[in-house]
């Protein structure tokens, strides 16, 4: 018979682990950790998240085959650039709107993706982590804290899906789109639009009704695209 204590232990170090990985994600994809940055020793990350060393690890093995940091021996952990690809792709990028159609057109091919998988898959916890990003509107908010909340949301909703290489390509397109999102947090208008846009995700997703998560998650992208258009008009006329 399997042993219910030792499957108990397992699940539970299993959803440790990806809480911080997931953690560790968005401070990576919102450059609170950037490239080339060293993290603590093991040791001291393990003590900092109050865990054991061995959910630590799991969750340093995550990102390292997400290729979000390095490992070496004798040198320790540390952050990566994105692939030279990539940089090299968005270094040739000088028409802004045109990088803005872009983005819009990234999250729209992988997040609604994303909310009809986590309709699906998510378990208790992930609503619970999920809920715990919504507690608060983000009207009042600065725009900065707002933009961390909406990134900490995509990104634990990634995680719901169940999907490691869709939270991975989801991770990168956070931190490749960062410094447009934050377009949508400007004004307390947009940032009350894009929490009201995560409610509707959510109620979808804690229902398990996966076409209702998938249009919501386009509404919401929809709506964002928009507001990042508005937000992308009125910097350009503040400069004039």
């Known amino acids: 018979m399997p042993d219910n204590g030792n499957n108990e232990y397992l699940r539970h170090a299993t ?30 990350l393990a003590a900092t998240f109050g865990v054991a060393r061995a ?23 540390t952050v990566l650039n994105a692939p030279d690809t990539v940089q090299e792709l968005y270094s040739h990028l000088s028409d802004a709107e045109h990088q803005l159609r ?15 998988l986590a309709a699906q898959r998510a378990t208790a916890k992930h609503l619970i982590e999920l809920e715990s990003v919504l507690k608060n509107p983000v009207a009042e908010a600065k725009p900065e804290e707002s933009l961390q909340l909406d990134l900490e949301f995509h990104m634990l909703l990634a995680v ?20 447009s999102r934050v377009l949508s947090h400007s004004t307390r ?12 995700i959510l ?18 992208l929809d709506d964002v695209a928009a507001l990042t ?3 992308f008009q009125d910097r350009m006329e503040g400069t004039r």
């Open 203 to 220: 109620a979808a997703v804690a229902a398990g009704d996966s076409d209702t998560a998938r249009g919501a998650m386009t509404k919401h």
């Open 189 to 200: 208008w947009a940032r009350e639009v894009s929490y009201l846009g995560h409610r509707a």
């Open 55 to 77: 959910s630590l690890r799991e969750a340093m093995r995550d990102l390292e085959i997400k290729r979000l940091i390095e490992r070496r021996p004798g040198r320790g952990t």
């Open 229 to 231: 258009r508005d937000g």
């Open 160 to 179: 719901a899906a169940d999907n490691p290489l869709l939270s991975a390509i989801n991770t990168l397109a956070c931190s490749w789109t960062s410094s």
């Open 102 to 116: 872009d983005v819009a057109e990234l999250r729209g091919t992988i997040e609604p993706r994303i909310a009809h």
């Open 15 to 44: 959803s440790v682990s990806v809480e911080i990985s997931a953690h560790l994600e968005a401070m990576i994809a919102t450059g609170r950790l950037a490239p080339g940055d060293r993290l603590p020793s093991e040791r001291e």
